[in-house]
């Protein structure tokens, strides 16, 4: 069975005391859950890492960074390797976030380096797809979903993949606060499954964490669970704010 995992993406949000009070909150708050349930990850901005892992040890709450250079070092002015992350404490690292796909301006080709170093590296990736409206509503969802799995995952044996969670993303609903319809959702989600069993095998892609983003909120997070292959949730904005994302991971326990 596959388990829950719920990850908040903090986007260029707090600072250095509400990092750290965000982070022990959301510790706080899902203390009592089972953890052989749900996987809970917080993802701050580079420079409160280190604050939000000690803020977060030993409490079974994950950190993961919001990207990533796929160089182990050197001339990269403003770029942070695989190692450093990995240094100060990260387990997760979101690769392709549509923010950075659309407003940084990244390649199918550079998210794909960054999937493949950052395993090499000993970090989890989260491999973000999805579509723009336009692209939906020209029927090209499916086309554009397909091309961010196969130029995220290139060159990956089955066994590296696994490593790998899928989050969809539609970019429609990404701090738009329109949700996909949990059927929407489900749609696409079974794509991704049925694709990667292509690309790989059918019992790995039954193993594969694919998570929902967009505009999730405490009270649509249940009905989106409810989808049969809907394993987690992304949430951006409301991950922001320790009660609702507590109730986001409850709902997905
Ligand atoms: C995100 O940043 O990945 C996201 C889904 O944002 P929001 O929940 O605010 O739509």
Not at 29 to 57: H, M, N
Not at 64 to 80: L, R, S
Not at 144 to 158: C, F, I, N, Y
Request: proline share 3%; net charge neutral; aromatic share 6%.
């Amino acid at each position: 069975m596959r388990k829950s995992f719920v990850a908040g993406n903090w986007k260029m949000n707090t600072d250095s005391r509400s990092s750290v009070e965000l982070a022990k909150a959301v510790v706080a708050g899902s203390a009592g859950l089972a953890r052989e349930k749900v996987t809970v990850a917080v993802i701050p901005p580079f420079v409160y890492l280190p604050a939000v892992v000690q803020a977060v040890s030993s409490s079974g709450v994950a950190v993961g960074a919001q990207d990533v250079y796929f160089e182990p070092k050197g001339a990269f002015t403003g770029e942070i390797s695989p190692g450093m992350l990995k240094d100060v404490g990260c387990t997760y690292v979101l690769c392709g976030h549509s923010e950075r796909r659309h407003v940084i301006g990244e390649s199918d080709e550079l998210v794909g380096k960054k999937v493949t170093v950052a395993i090499g590296g000993g970090l989890l990736p989260i491999l973000c797809v999805g579509e723009l409206l336009e692209e939906r509503d020209a029927g090209k969802t499916e086309q554009v979903v397909a091309r961010h799995l196969k130029t995220g995952l290139a060159g990956l044996s089955a066994e590296k993949v696994a490593a790998v969670t899928i989050a969809y993303e539609p970019v429609w609903a990404i701090g738009t606060g329109r949700t996909a319809t949990p059927q929407q959702a489900q749609e696409v989600h079974a794509f991704i499954r049925k694709l990667l069993a292509q690309m790989y095998d059918a019992n790995l892609a039954r193993e594969m964490c694919i998570q929902y983003g967009g505009s999730v909120k405490a009270d649509n997070a249940k009905e989106l669970m409810a989808q049969e292959d809907v394993d987690g949730l992304l949430v951006g904005g409301a991950s922001l704010k320790a009660e609702e994302f507590v109730r986001i991971i409850q709902a997905a326990a």
